[in-house]
T-cell receptor
Framework: LAKTTQPISMDSYEGQEVNITCSHNNIATNDYITWYQQFPSQGPRFIIQGYKTKVTNEVASLFIPADRKSSTLSLPRVSLSDTAVYYCLVGDIRGAAGNKLTFGGGTRVLVKP | DTEVTQTPKHLVMGMTNKKSLKCEQHMGHRAMYWYKQKAKKPPELMFVYSYEKLSINESVPSRFSPECPNSSLLNLHLHALQPEDSALYLC???????????????FGPGTRLTVL
């Protein structure tokens, strides 16, 4: 399983864009990159997933360079409610149900007023 | 219904007790998972059920016993736990989409377990 490395924490201010970069140097050909958000005492919540280039949804964008050895989660115009831990996961999630995904250390994002 | 529910929300038990955690989903997902999460740590995978069969057991001690009675239900039976087993226990479910990837996992709110 590809190991991921993320910054331990990041501070930001309301209205700013937050970019969190995840390193996954030994990502395999069939691996996808998935990001989850977790608030205290809640289960992780799926944010976005991608394989290459750029993926955008209503809450975030995911940028993946051509070599796929890293990825960047971009949260536009954050608010106080975006204060959470963000996890980057890399793994092969194709095929049969029940794939093993390993959570990395996560990045604690604190949004200040 | 896009929700994974877990009961109870909180559980306090002694080391000699037997208790069970329950997880339910009605999204038609065919994989269900148990994770353990200690404070300020990432979730750690414990068990995976795929099509109601145990497919992954991450070398979890036998005092934790999973059960999948049907495709919507997942139980975790607890017996003779230790204080260090106190943690947030998370359930998740997933199902691969036809024609593509994204076996995305959907998590429940968790059960906060305290072992005295």
């Amino acid at each position: 399983l590809a190991k991921t490395t993320q910054p331990i924490s990041m501070d930001s201010y309301e209205g700013q864009e937050v970019n969190i970069t995840c390193s996954h140097n030994n990502i395999a050909t069939n691996d996808y990159i998935t990001w989850y958000q977790q608030f205290p005492s809640q289960g992780p919540r799926f944010i976005i997933q991608g394989y290459k280039t750029k993926v955008t949804n209503e809450v975030a964008s995911l940028f993946i360079p051509a070599d796929r050895k890293s990825s960047t989660l971009s949260l536009p115009r954050v608010s106080l409610s975006d204060t959470a831990v963000y996890y980057c996961l890399v793994g092969d999630i194709r095929g049969a149900a029940g794939n093993k995904l390993t959570f990395g250390g996560g990045t604690r994002v604190l949004v200040k007023p | 219904d896009t929700e994974v529910t877990q009961t109870p929300k909180h559980l306090v038990m002694g080391m000699t007790n037997k208790k069970s955690l329950k997880c339910e989903q009605h999204m038609g997902h065919r994989a269900m998972y148990w994770y353990k999460q200690k404070a300020k740590k990432p979730p750690e995978l414990m068990f995976v059920y795929s099509y109601e069969k145990l497919s992954i057991n991450e070398s979890v001690p036998s005092r934790f016993s999973p059960e999948c009675p049907n495709s919507s239900l997942l139980n975790l039976h607890l017996h003779a736990l230790q204080p260090e087993d106190s943690a947030l226990y998370l359930c998740a479910s997933s199902h691969p989409k036809a024609g593509g990837p994204t076996d995305t996992q959907y998590f429940g709110p968790g059960t906060r377990l305290t072992v005295l």
